[in-house]
């Protein structure tokens, strides 16, 4: 049983390597435990079976988790052939078989290149997609089975790393949206026989590709643990950056700077004095702007100064 412990404001970045077994969900609330944050999320499910990268945004940070959400994945997995599983991972059972054709690893490649690029995809039924306003797993735990309409997506590389006489490695970097189960059962068909997901990790979630931290390091942490989270604007390094001066950083962070300046329109972070991530604003070409997310830390921090 949790301990309650006092809650704190933690904002920042952390790229938990969620261990196997474990819901996204489950993985998210320990962490925040531990860090005693009093807000947090994270952004995207990885199934319990599923291993790999899981950002976690904790405070100011929870106002850009729709950025990872929006970004490219890039996965390792290992697909067995010769079956089909009810859920398409191992966590269902067997419930069709087919031979498995000889094929080499150049022959795979031939067939993964088909998906490269825009395609549709139809979702699995063991999804948490809705129909009407019910889940598409708790449909299919029951049995049912429901029209699910293609959505668009993008492979940007699909590599076949081994093939074996029952199964297939491959990496993939694919756009958000994308199901590797269903993924796996589309390269099979056109293989000419069936395949289920038996192994599937995450290795990056667009810009990040490195620095995860296991929940063992985690654990270990102790009072270090806030040194392990990345700054609130970490997802964001290819928005354009905006630097101003402090009265300027206090007037954008108070709601009264009249304009940012002008440029190509778009997305832009904003910095004041010392590099201080103020937060973010969608500029147009006259300088005016709109979409402000500000960060409560940086406007303390400036407030607390001007008092000083």
Known sequence: MQVKRDKRDVHG???L???LGMSSNKALQRVKYLLRARKAGHTGSLDPLAT???PLCFGDATRYSHVFLDADKTYDVTATLGGRSATGDAEGDIVQTAPVPFLSLEDWQAIGDQFLGESKQVPPMYSALKHDGKRLYDIARKGGDVERPPRRIVIEYLTITAVGD??????VRCSKGT????????LATTAGTLAWTSMLRRTAVS???????????????????????AGCDAGLTNWAQVMLTAPEALAFCQGRLASLPSGQPGPRRCYGPNGLFLGTALTHADGSFADVRVMSA????????RVR
């Open 13 to 15: 970045v952390l790229l």
């Open 17 to 19: 390597d969620k261990p």
């Open 52 to 54: 790999g990268m899981l």
């Open 166 to 171: 029952d199964s297939i490695n491959f990496s």
């Open 179 to 186: 199901y590797i189960r269903s993924l796996v059962e589309d």
């Open 207 to 229: 810009p990040f590709s490195s620095a995860m931290v296991t929940m063992e390091a985690l654990e270990a942490a102790g009072d270090t643990l806030p040194e392990l989270l």
């Open 298 to 305: 940086a406007r303390m921090t400036l407030e607390t100064a």
